[in-house]
């Protein structure tokens, strides 16, 4: 992972982040389809990159990191899509809370 995505996943944190102090959950719905729409394009490149890496290379540990990254950015997609389906906020709030978890583990 690039410093460019590592700076843009931060700023996708710092989004999230904002949200956990909105109370109206359709403001939250608003916001995350934009969220989710960032994380998916950092998601379609990070694979993009991994599925160039050379053969010889994949067997290294930078790959395994890289495709741990990649699982972490893909879970906090997942969760994030989920949240649509969950009328609490306390619910929601914590989808927020294990989404932003996934985007730090990705940075790592």
Known sequence: ????????????????EILL??????I???QLIDIIEDIDFIVSDEEYCMDNIPENF???????????????LKESLE???????SDSEQ???????E??????NATC
């Open 28 to 30: 939250i719905y608003d």
């Open 1 to 16: 992972m690039n410093k460019a995505r590592r700076k843009e996943i931060y700023a996708i944190i710092r989004k999230l």
């Open 99 to 104: 989404a932003v978890e996934c985007l730090n």
């Open 58 to 72: 994949r067997n290294g540990f930078n790959y395994f990191e890289a495709e741990n990254r990649f699982d972490n």
């Open 91 to 97: 619910t929601v709030k914590q989808s927020i809370n």
């Open 79 to 85: 969760v994030l899509n989920d949240i649509e389906e």
């Open 21 to 26: 102090k909105e109370i109206d959950l359709e």
